[in-house]
T-cell receptor
Framework: AQRVTQPEKLLSVFKGAPVELKCNYSYSGSPELFWYVQYSRQRLQLLLRHISRESIKGFTADLNKGETSFHLKKPFAQEEDSAMYYCALVGVVGFNKFYFGSGTKLNVKP | NAGVTQTPKFQVLKTGQSMTLQCAQDMNHEYMSWYRQDPGMGLRLIHYSVGAGITDQGEVPNGYNVSRSTTEDFPLRLLSAAPSQTSVYFC????????????FGNGTRLTVT
């Protein structure tokens, strides 16, 4: 069965410190992985997706099929990065049926 | 540039009452879905639709009904509200094209007393 696990409910770092938000998944196939972000009082929005291999707002994420992980990283955290982050999986077959992790709240302290 | 619009933003119901959460999108997306967001549980899929006249159940469908009479609208009905349905509800839509991202509404915060 498909499952997305984000082991950390809360991650607190100081401004300028590196950040890594963990995401592990289980899926019997080749899933597509995404990171979504929800800033305070805003709607969820797409941050990045693995197929694009892009860096958005300094964040990157590499899909590691061997470890079934898709960790989100940023070398130097900024206060404006404080938000709720969700890792999500969509199976290739399933009409964009997304499965979300439980989310990690990132708190960047000044 | 409205995107996905949800109404109402807030709602308080008494146990046993019914109501409909509205969702509309103006992006001509075939796929629409409803999620509930609960602390520590993330987003769980309630129902989804891949086009007008087609709906299917997600992970937590019990207590909710949906219909899709038009491409634009995908209302979520609570037939007899229960305290366990206290949550934040998000509507999301996307193209059914491969790897298309979800576009979310602003959410509806529902409290059932």
């Amino acid at each position: 069965a498909q499952r997305v696990t984000q082991p950390e409910k809360l991650l607190s770092v100081f401004k300028g410190a590196p950040v890594e938000l963990k995401c592990n998944y289980s899926y019997s196939g080749s899933p597509e992985l995404f990171w979504y972000v929800q800033y305070s009082r805003q709607r969820l929005q797409l941050l990045l997706r693995h197929i694009s291999r892009e860096s958005i707002k300094g964040f990157t994420a590499d899909l590691n099929k061997g470890e079934t992980s898709f960790h989100l990283k940023k070398p130097f955290a900024q206060e404006e990065d404080s938000a709720m982050y969700y890792c999500a999986l969509v199976g290739v077959v399933g009409f964009n049926k997304f499965y979300f992790g439980s989310g990690t709240k990132l708190n960047v302290k000044p | 540039n409205a995107g996905v619009t949800q109404t109402p933003k807030f709602q308080v119901l008494k146990t046993g009452q019914s109501m409909t959460l509205q969702c509309a999108q103006d992006m001509n997306h075939e796929y629409m879905s409803w999620y509930r967001q609960d602390p520590g549980m993330g987003l769980r899929l309630i129902h989804y639709s891949v086009g007008a006249g087609i709906t299917d159940q997600g992970e937590v469908p019990n207590g909710y009904n949906v219909s899709r009479s038009t491409t634009e609208d995908f209302p979520l009905r609570l037939l007899s509200a229960a305290p366990s349905q206290t949550s934040v509800y998000f509507c999301a839509s996307s193209s059914v094209a491969y790897n298309s991202p979800l576009h979310f509404g602003n959410g509806t915060r529902l409290t059932v007393t």
